[in-house]
């Protein structure tokens, strides 16, 4: 093992865009250490290096070691980090913005603070979802009653293209075997998906917690993010999965889902369509192309720089 680099934090224009990057990576029973700016998996089999700046996320599966060193290089590229039971049914992420500016957070919370906004949001998400659905005027429970409504004709319509047996959605939360294998897909797709949307909106800088259909949760934001893309991209990989039998369901669902995230280009498409839904059209850049510029808020909702003393000049006796 190389002896461990530390060189100056990256700006936002040197990382890799979180649409450019791996969808994500999952380790298990191995140890993560860190080698100059790649992290490492040790295990039985020996060393493999990963570039960590082109990780979206990482999940960490059971029997797994990370060092701090490790942690530290994926905190500073931005790549979240999930820890994941067997099976991918428990969840915990983290990361730094890629974005370095609050600017997408501040469009994010301005839309949330408003009940109008917030709704406004919410049918432009659904639209999103349901293009052949109108989404305009439509109350919140009438969008839920949309929502279920399409979800059931998906989950059928998937269950006829894969000859896949489909009864009704069932979620074990501590016994993930106890579905049958489309429903164990359709878990370890979500977990999946939650991931992803994790390690996005944390990578451009929004808040997991202020959703716009969710609420009351710590990732509310990032499942409705997550939601998005559950009848063409989580779902149908599930079905895939489960259409090649009972066997080891998890991770042939990871592996169909991969594959459908990556012919989607998904990361990106998450990205855009978070600007678009927030209503931003910013670049990655923060204001004056400074990664840290950091302002202070003043009268007139005006913006003064920050380091400086405001206090007025008196004399000193």
Same mark, same amino acid.
């Given at each position: ?8 934090? /990256? ?10 990057? %791996?969808?994500?990576?999952? %380790? ?14 040790? !295990?039985?089999? +020996? ?14 599966? #059971?029997?797994?070691?990370?060092? $701090? ?8 590229? +931005? ?10 049914? *428990? ?35 659904? /639209? ?6 109108? &989404? &305009? ?5 009438? %969008? ?27 979620? $074990? ?15 370890? &797709? ?23 259909? $969710?609420?009351?949760?710590? *990732? ?19 079905? !895939?999965?489960? &259409? ?24 990106? *498409? ?7 839904? %927030? ?7 923060? #204001?004056?192309?400074?990664?840290? $510029?950091?302002?202070?808020? /003043? ?8 380091? *400086? ?9």
């Amino acid at each position: 093992m190389g002896t461990v680099g530390r060189g100056p934090t /990256s700006t936002p224009r040197e990382l890799t865009r979180v649409g450019d990057r %791996l969808s994500f990576v999952y %380790l298990e029973r191995c140890t993560v250490h860190r080698d100059n700016n790649a992290i490492t998996a040790t !295990d039985a089999d +020996g060393v493999t290096h990963i570039p960590s700046a082109t990780i979206g996320t990482l999940l960490l599966g #059971p029997r797994t070691r990370v060092t $701090h060193q490790a942690m530290a290089v994926l905190g500073e590229c +931005g790549a979240g980090v999930t820890w994941v039971g067997e099976h991918g049914v *428990r969840f915990y992420a983290g990361g730094r913005a890629l974005t370095r500016s609050s600017a997408l957070l501040e469009a994010q919370a301005t839309a949330w603070a408003n009940r109008r906004t917030r709704l406004d949001v919410a049918r432009a998400m659904y /639209s999103l979802r349901f293009p052949g659905d109108d &989404a &305009a005027g439509r109350t919140r429970q009438e %969008l839920l009653s949309m929502e279920g409504r399409r979800l059931k004709e998906c989950y059928r319509r998937e269950s006829a293209r894969t000859a896949v047996p489909w009864v009704r959605r069932e979620y $074990h939360r501590d016994d993930f075997s106890a579905g049958d294998p489309s429903n164990q897909g359709v878990t370890a &797709a979500a977990q999946c998906m939650y991931g992803i949307a994790h390690s996005v909106v944390c990578a451009i800088g929004c808040s997991p917690g202020l959703g716009f259909v $969710h609420s009351g949760h710590e *990732r509310s934001f990032v499942l409705d993010i997550a939601d998005l893309y559950k009848t063409d991209v989580a779902i149908p990989a599930a079905f !895939d999965a489960a &259409a090649e039998g009972p066997e080891d369901i998890a991770t042939r669902t990871h592996r169909a889902l991969r594959d459908r995230i990556n012919a989607t280009g998904l990361p990106g *498409r998450c990205v855009q369509d978070i600007k678009n839904l %927030l209503g931003y059209a910013g670049s990655r850049e923060s #204001p004056g192309g400074d990664p840290d $510029h950091v302002t202070l808020h /003043s009268d007139g909702d005006t913006h003064v720089e920050s380091g *400086r003393n405001y206090a007025p000049d008196e004399p000193i006796w």
